[in-house]
T-cell receptor, first 112, second 113 residues
Framework: DVKVTQSSRYLVKRTGEKVFLECVQD?????MFWYRQDPGLGLRLIYF???????EKGDIPEGYSVSREKKERFSLILESASTNQTSMYLC???????????FGPGTRLTVL | DAKTTQPTSMDCAEGRAANLPCNHS???????VYWYRQIHSQGPQYIIH???NNETNEMASLIITEDRKSSTLILPHATLRDTAVYYC??????????????FGKGTHLIIQP
């Protein structure tokens, strides 16, 4: 069964901390994505990657960076966490043949 | 991507068919209709997609009108586990698949016992 895993389900950090969110997929997919989901705002794309060491900005990249050193792993980095980055963060990978995205369970990040 | 309109919420009795409508009147010829759902506290899950023909898989059926301006997702025998927010998305099937998804507010489907 296909699987996307995220390092934490819940995370609490303080303002100014550096935060790493990890995502791993076991499907050998080339495309991976990071989203955030907020009530009333829906799903918004932060960054995506279409290959190892390749990255592209999504709709709301400000305050975030990403790393893709290995095909199966895509990391989202908050260089200096702020309270407005409190959100649900979702990682996904893409099966190209059907243009179908597989999502991880999400990380609910709270920045105090 | 074309805009979609869905009802905010719907109820359905357990064991009955749940029919979720979606309007996409500005859909263009190369855009597909995709459906995802999100069960509470989980990541979104792909359900089905189609271009113009009706589609069926193990989860659901997708009925697209002949003019392609609307579609209906059918869960044939709804169970309590089908309670979720259902998102209808219209987008180009890029093949390369680099694009992210944009979800609107979706339909909150509540299956009643």
């Amino acid at each position: 069964d296909v699987k996307v895993t995220q390092s934490s389900r819940y995370l609490v950090k303080r303002t100014g901390e550096k935060v790493f969110l990890e995502c791993v997929q076991d499907m050998d997919h080339e495309n991976m994505f990071w989203y955030r989901q907020d009530p009333g705002l829906g799903l918004r794309l932060i960054y995506f990657s279409y290959d190892v060491k390749m990255k592209e900005k999504g709709d709301i990249p400000e305050g975030y960076s990403v790393s893709r050193e290995k095909k199966e792993r895509f990391s989202l980095i908050l260089e200096s966490a702020s309270t407005n980055q409190t959100s649900m963060y979702l990682c996904a990978s893409l099966r190209r043949e059907k243009n179908e995205q597989f999502f991880g369970p999400g990380t609910r990040l709270t920045v105090l | 991507d074309a805009k979609t309109t869905q009802p905010t919420s719907m109820d359905c009795a357990e064991g009955r068919a749940a029919n979720l409508p979606c309007n996409h009147s500005t859909i263009s010829g190369n855009e597909y209709v995709y459906w995802y759902r999100q069960i509470h506290s989980q990541g979104p899950q792909y359900i089905i997609h189609g271009l113009k023909n009706n589609e069926t898989n193990e989860m659901a059926s997708l009925i697209i009108t002949e003019d392609r301006k609307s579609s209906t997702l059918i869960l044939p025998h709804a169970t309590l586990r089908d309670t979720a927010v259902y998102y209808c998305i219209v987008r180009v099937y890029s093949g390369g698949g680099a694009d992210g998804l944009t979800f609107g507010k979706g339909t909150h489907l509540i299956i009643q016992p």
